[in-house]
């Protein structure tokens, strides 16, 4: 087992080996323009762009011409919404969306209010669920856009896409979902779930950084964009730039694997987050878990360790990479966003550690980091003030102490 | 976040850390901060002959500045007089541990669980002088 252990996978993924090795010939050889129509560079490289966009549609049921390539799944967030709001907005400018959104969607959504759109927020239970009757509710006819993310990027939460999906092609409006998490981590199929528009990242899928996608649905109904990046004209006119031809060759061979590995990864991954947990509740008390109990992504486990801060927790790992919903990790000196809209107590989003298990994870490592956060949460309670609080049986959580 | 030599060094191997019996006469405790900030102090002293503290204990809960805070001020107190404790500065502390700005709190909170302790001492001492016979 070589250290430090990386579990951080919801944060980005290890290129896999296949990927890199796909990616390589288009750096040097075949480093043509995919735009460049009159030569073999040109055409080379077009042929590789091509066989990867299908690739990325099959891994959500779509088709290869519903593919616009793009930066990442932050760009495509951006698309979809402020593409709908501009080719749609004499229909009007009404937005459904739920609090824990990825900032790349709700600061995009800012930026539409500022302007003068209105934004519905609706509210999520304490796993972090929207219930798709209040997206019904929230619906009117100014509505252009229902977006709802597929799998929560800090508690894994899988949203009922299906469900929202039923009711915004019943009604007529387009609906968006952000699947940066959320693809190639369980059964996705834009058919099944009714989206019009969908959010993809390479780097969450085990494919390189900088390169993402956007599923832009092309019949029943067709969804049309003004594009936000102008020039010349690339991806049928809805994202300018020159194609990152490495790049795109690595998501679609990402894709791929995703695709065809998609079973065994659930149950790999699944299997090791379920050892983790066991472990961790055998041997400590006081242990929350933040999220759904099984909606939810197969390799995310978002505990709280109560009486104890979650970045002390993370010291006492330091060669383990996780990451925590405490302030102290943020520059802002709030805790997570993401889990202040579920509820969870402030005590406990400051006690929060997410563990983003992946891929490459094993058994072993699994058990070391087991070990490492029964040691740390030991230590570190035995110097809490609110564990003894809290053995003394004295309640702690909601009080304040107040220097003279 | 990376964290400074100092830093590390009091999270590895806190000092003082425990209780002493906050009932006793010669203890004086401090409670500082407040769980859904995410840190809590709670720093104690015991004082002897000439107002000397003689022994100081911590528990935190918070982030590792917030923990290297207290147990560098529990080691600072110690052998002091109330007087000179009472003349520990935050700065003092964020500098020794080299604290960046976002934890600078942290050292605050620190110098208020040391003041919190000695009024808490003072405190007890007072109602014993009132509360003994004349
Ligand atoms: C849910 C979600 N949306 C969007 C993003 C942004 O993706 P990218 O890094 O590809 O811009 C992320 C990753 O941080 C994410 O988790």
């Given at each position: 087992m070589k250290l430090p252990i990386y579990m951080d996978n919801h944060a980005t993924t290890r290129v896999d080996p296949r990927v890199l090795e796909r990616m390589l010939p288009f750096f040097s050889d075949?480093?043509?323009?995919?735009?460049?129509?009159?030569h073999p560079f040109g055409w080379k490289a077009e042929a590789a762009v091509e066989a990867a966009r299908e690739e990325v549609g099959q891994l959500i049921g779509?088709?290869?011409?519903e593919i616009v390539f793009t930066s990442g799944a932050t760009e495509s967030d951006n698309l979809a919404i402020l593409g709908v709001a501009e080719f749609y907005q004499s229909k009007g400018s009404h937005f459904i969306t739920q609090p824990t959104e990825h900032k790349a969607v709700l600061d995009t959504l800012k930026v539409l209010e500022r302007r003068g759109a209105s934004v519905t927020y609706l509210p999520v239970d304490r796993t972090g669920l929207v219930r798709p009757e209040a997206v019904e509710a929230a619906?009117?006819?100014?509505?252009v856009l229902v977006t709802i993310m597929?799998?929560?990027?800090?508690?894994?939460t899988l949203q009922p896409l299906a469900e929202i999906g039923a009711i915004c092609r019943k009604k007529g409006v387009l609906f968006h979902t952000d699947a940066a998490q959320g693809a190639g981590k369980f059964d996705f199929d834009v058919e099944a779930m009714n989206v019009d528009l969908v959010s993809l990242s390479a780097h969450k899928l085990y494919g390189p950084k900088g390169v993402g996608a956007l599923y832009v649905r092309?019949?029943?109904?067709r969804v049309r964009l003004s594009p936000t990046m102008h020039g010349g004209g690339h991806e049928r006119g809805m994202r300018s730039g020159t194609l990152n031809v490495p790049g795109i060759v690595g998501f679609g061979e990402a894709a791929r694997i995703c695709r065809e590995e998609l079973a065994h990864e659930i149950a790999h991954t699944q299997a090791l987050r379920e050892r983790l947990y066991a472990t961790l509740t055998k041997e400590l008390t006081h242990l929350t878990l933040n999220g759904h109990p099984t909606l939810r992504l197969p390799g995310n486990l978002n505990l709280s360790f109560a009486f104890v801060e979650g970045e002390a927790l993370m010291m006492a790992m330091k060669d383990i990479a996780v990451s925590s919903g405490?302030?102290?990790?943020?520059?802002?000196?709030?805790?997570?966003y993401v889990l202040r809209a579920l509820g969870v107590p402030e005590e406990l989003a400051h006690s929060s550690i997410r563990f983003g298990i992946g891929r490459f994870n094993t058994e072993a490592e699994v058990d070391y980091v087991a070990s490492k956060v029964i040691t740390g949460v030991k230590k570190l309670r035995a110097m809490s003030p609110l564990y003894e609080m809290a053995q003394e049986g004295v309640g702690s959580a909601s009080a304040s102490f107040q220097a003279p | 976040m990376t964290y400074s030599e100092s830093v590390l060094n009091h999270y590895e191997n806190p000092q003082n850390v425990g209780a002493l019996d906050?009932?006793?006469?010669d203890v004086g405790t401090g409670l500082v901060g407040a769980p859904a900030c995410g840190d809590v102090m709670k720093l104690q002293i015991k004082v002897g002959e000439g107002?000397?503290?003689q022994d100081a204990k911590f528990k935190t809960f918070g982030c590792g500045s917030a923990i290297a805070s207290s147990s560098l001020v529990t080691e600072w107190v110690k052998g002091k007089s109330l007087e000179e404790a009472m003349k520990i500065r935050n700065v003092d502390i964020a500098n020794e541990l080299a604290l960046p700005p976002v934890k600078i709190h942290c050292s605050v909170l620190a110098e208020d669980a040391i003041k919190a302790a000695i009024a808490d001492y003072r405190k007890k001492q007072q109602s014993a002088a009132v509360g003994s016979p004349a």
């Open positions: 075949d480093f043509g323009n995919a735009a460049s129509r009159n779509a088709s290869g011409r619906l009117t006819d100014k509505t597929a799998a929560n990027n800090e508690v894994g092309r019949k029943n109904p405490s302030a102290c990790t943020s520059a802002s000196l709030e805790p997570s | 906050k009932s006793a006469e107002d000397i503290i």
